[in-house]
C-alpha cells in the first residue's frame, strides 16, 4: 500500500474513488479491493446498522466510534461524512476533534439545516451561507494537522438553485475548505459548469447515487469532467442487501444454504479473508511457554 496522504493523492493528476463503507469489515474489503480511499457514509452507517434512512436520526458518537472501529482494521485515507456538524460551530469544534482523533483523513461537513436528509431525498432546507462559513472556519481552526482534510458540501442546487449552489462554493472555498463538494448536479451540463467555476481553486467531488438525481458516470468520465474525487457511498449496503434478500428467500424456501453456496465464502475462506490465521500465530508467540523458550535462547 502507498504511504500518500489522501492531500498528496489529490494532488495527483489521477481521479480517487472512494468506495462507501459502513464498518470495518466493509473497510477491510475496500482496502484488500486495492482502493486509496473509503468513504464512511453517514447514509449507510444509518441504513446498514440501524435500518433506517438518512434523515438525521444519528448522532456524532455514534460515527465516531465506527471511525475508532474502522482505523483500527485499516490503514488507507478515510474520509468521514460528518454532515451537519450535528449542530452549530461549536458542534462542529467537538466533531472535528472526535472524528480527527479516531483516524479520519478528511471530514465533510454540508450547509442543511436540522434535521438534515440525505442529498438525494426532495424537502431539504438550508443554513444561511455565512453561517457555513463560520462552520468551515471553526473547523479549520480545530484540525491539529493540515494533512486532515476539510470538505465543504452544499446542498443549494435543489432549495435554490443551480447558480446560487456554486455561489455558495464560491464562499465556502474562500472561507478555505481544502475541497469543494456540489451536491446532486442533474445533468451532465451542470457537472461540466461546476468543475469549470471551481478550475484551480479547489479539487470537487462527484457523489455517485445509484437511481439518484445525477447521472452514473464511470470514473474515468468524471475525471475528464474535472473532478478529483468520487464517492460511491451507498452501493456496498445496496449490493449487500440485494445479496443477502436473495439469500434470506432462499433459506426460507429451502431450508438449507445449498443454493447460495456458490455464491458464498466457506468457514475456512472466511477467517482468511478476516485474517484469523495470522492472529492465532501472533497469539501464539506471546504463550508462555513459547516466551520463555524464545527467552532462553537468547540468553544463551
Given at each position: 500500500?502507498?504511504d500518500?496522504?489522501l492531500?498528496?493523492?489529490?494532488?495527483a493528476?489521477?481521479?480517487?474513488?472512494?468506495?462507501?463503507?459502513?464498518?470495518a469489515?466493509?473497510g477491510?474489503?475496500?482496502?484488500?479491493?486495492?482502493?486509496?480511499?473509503?468513504?464512511?457514509?453517514?447514509?449507510?452507517?444509518?441504513?446498514?446498522?440501524?435500518?433506517?434512512?438518512?434523515?438525521g436520526?444519528?448522532?456524532?458518537?455514534?460515527?465516531?466510534?465506527?471511525?475508532?472501529?474502522?482505523?483500527?482494521?485499516?490503514?488507507?485515507?478515510?474520509?468521514?461524512?460528518?454532515?451537519?456538524?450535528?449542530?452549530?460551530?461549536?458542534n462542529?469544534?467537538?466533531?472535528v476533534?472526535?472524528?480527527?482523533?479516531?483516524?479520519?483523513?478528511?471530514i465533510?461537513?454540508e450547509?442543511?439545516?436540522?434535521?438534515?436528509?440525505?442529498?438525494?431525498?426532495?424537502?431539504?432546507?438550508?443554513?444561511?451561507?455565512?453561517?457555513?462559513?463560520?462552520?468551515?472556519?471553526?473547523?479549520?481552526?480545530t484540525?491539529?494537522?493540515?494533512?486532515?482534510?476539510?470538505?465543504?458540501?452544499?446542498?443549494?442546487?435543489?432549495?435554490?438553485?443551480?447558480?446560487?449552489?456554486?455561489?455558495?462554493g464560491?464562499?465556502?472555498?474562500?472561507?478555505?475548505?481544502?475541497?469543494?463538494?456540489?451536491?446532486?448536479?442533474?445533468?451532465?451540463?451542470?457537472?461540466?459548469?461546476?468543475?469549470?467555476?471551481?478550475?484551480?481553486?479547489?479539487?470537487?467531488?462527484?457523489?455517485?447515487?445509484?437511481?439518484?438525481?445525477?447521472?452514473?458516470?464511470?470514473?474515468?468520465?468524471?475525471?475528464?469532467l474535472?473532478?478529483?474525487?468520487?464517492?460511491?457511498?451507498?452501493?456496498?449496503?445496496?449490493t449487500?442487501?440485494?445479496?443477502?434478500?436473495?439469500?434470506?428467500?432462499?433459506?426460507?424456501?429451502?431450508g438449507?444454504?445449498?443454493?447460495?453456496?456458490?455464491?458464498?465464502l466457506?468457514?475456512?475462506?472466511?477467517n482468511?479473508?478476516?485474517?484469523t490465521?495470522?492472529?492465532?500465530?501472533?497469539?501464539?508467540?506471546?504463550d508462555?511457554?513459547?516466551?520463555?523458550?524464545?527467552?532462553?535462547?537468547?540468553?544463551?
Open positions: 500500500m502507498s500518500k496522504t492531500k498528496a493523492r489529490l494532488a493528476d489521477e481521479i480517487v474513488v472512494a468506495p462507501g463503507i459502513y464498518d469489515f466493509t477491510l474489503l475496500v482496502e484488500q479491493a486495492g482502493f486509496d480511499c473509503a468513504y464512511l457514509s453517514g447514509a449507510s452507517l444509518s441504513y446498514m446498522r440501524y435500518g433506517r434512512p438518512d434523515i436520526l444519528i448522532g456524532m458518537r455514534e460515527v465516531a466510534d465506527a471511525v475508532t472501529a474502522i482505523r483500527e482494521r485499516i490503514e488507507i485515507p478515510l474520509m468521514v461524512d460528518g454532515d451537519t456538524g450535528y449542530g452549530n460551530a461549536l462542529v469544534i467537538r466533531t476533534r472526535e472524528f480527527e482523533r479516531a483516524g479520519a483523513s478528511a465533510q461537513l450547509d442543511q439545516s436540522l434535521p438534515k436528509r440525505c442529498g438525494h431525498l426532495a424537502g431539504k432546507s438550508l443554513v444561511s451561507a455565512d453561517e457555513m462559513v463560520g462552520k468551515i472556519h471553526a473547523a479549520l481552526d484540525r491539529r494537522s493540515e494533512e486532515t482534510l476539510i470538505v465543504a458540501r452544499t446542498d443549494a442546487i435543489a432549495v435554490e438553485g443551480f447558480e446560487a449552489a456554486l455561489d455558495r464560491e464562499r465556502f472555498v474562500e472561507a478555505g475548505c481544502d475541497m469543494i463538494f456540489v451536491e446532486a448536479p442533474v445533468d451532465e451540463e451542470q457537472m461540466r459548469a461546476l468543475n469549470a467555476r471551481f478550475k484551480g481553486k479547489a479539487p470537487t467531488m462527484a457523489n455517485m447515487v445509484e437511481g439518484g438525481s445525477t447521472p452514473i458516470k464511470p470514473s474515468s468520465e468524471l475525471s475528464d474535472g473532478y478529483s474525487f468520487v464517492i460511491f457511498p451507498g452501493g456496498t449496503g445496496r449487500v442487501a440485494f445479496a443477502l434478500q436473495e439469500y434470506f428467500v432462499g433459506l426460507k424456501e429451502h438449507t444454504t445449498d443454493q447460495a453456496r456458490n455464491r458464498m466457506d468457514f475456512t475462506q472466511f482468511h479473508l478476516i485474517g490465521p495470522e492472529m492465532l500465530d501472533l497469539g501464539r508467540s506471546y508462555p511457554h513459547t516466551v520463555a523458550k524464545a527467552r532462553t535462547g537468547a540468553d544463551d
